[in-house]
């Protein structure tokens, strides 16, 4: 039920209907018994500045922010922590009562969330890491590794220059490289992350020579629809043991749900069964 009271939080992005942060959400809601209600945003580039500046004040709890939005949304913050700063990307913006917004970026712990979840003897610090790509979510990754212990990372992309941004930015654990000389990066891996958007639903998929991963590397992909991709296909016919994005979709979304609401998720609501359902699958 809704209430006066009923505190409100939501999701923007563009598209937005197919998010499913919505089913999260509000399945935490309810099992925490939580007068409180999440709800999806479509808003257009041009109007998202002033929808989210029109919810100063905490009228709104906050926002999860999602594709396009997450580099305009840390530029329109007026605290921001460390680890979004580290991925220049917010996915949270909280609204605090005096008029603030705070920028958060909880999606390096859902991936580290997913890595526990599902490649439980996985130690970021034992082996290189290689990440696909270079953009926000990329930059993100080897930011959260590098929090979590790693010390060779190996960010591959397209157009070399963005890699090379990114291993400027982080240091000299994170070293550049072109797709073209990916065989050469994913030798001797634990892990390989595809951050790219390629392999989304109706986007070609990405050419990368996975078998040059050791047999024992751990192969994740971002991307959750499909939820298994053709990259993740690809490294379950060659045997490598795969951890896929809706576990990372899950795992930032945990903080996130506490960050508006002030308390951890309820345990005990499988969540990832309904997220699938809503998937189709
Ligand atoms: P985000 O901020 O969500 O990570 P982005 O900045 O658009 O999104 O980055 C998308 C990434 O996917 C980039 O690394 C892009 O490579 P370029 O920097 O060369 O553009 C990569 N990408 C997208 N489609 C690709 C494809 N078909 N093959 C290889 N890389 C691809």
Redesign the pocket.
Known sequence: MITGATRLAGVVGQPISHSMSPILHNAWLAAAGIDGVYVPFAVTPEAFAAFVNGLRGGSVAGLNVT?PF?TQALALADTITDRARLAQ?ANVLVFQEDGGILADNTDGLGLLAAFAQQAPGFDPAAAPLAI???????RGAAAAFLSAGATDIRVI???LA?AQEIAADLGPAVRAYG?DQAAQAFEGVGALIN????GLSG??G??APLAATPSTAVVMDMVYKPLITPFLAQARALGRPTVDGLAMLIGQAVPSFAAFYGQTPPPGVDVRTLAKQALGL
Not at 132 to 138: E, F, I, R
Not at 195 to 198: E, F, K, P, Q, V
């Open positions: 594709v997450k990307a696909l790509g270079a953009g926000g979510a990329a992309n397209r157009t963005r797709l951050a790219t958007s390629a986007s070609a990405l050419d």
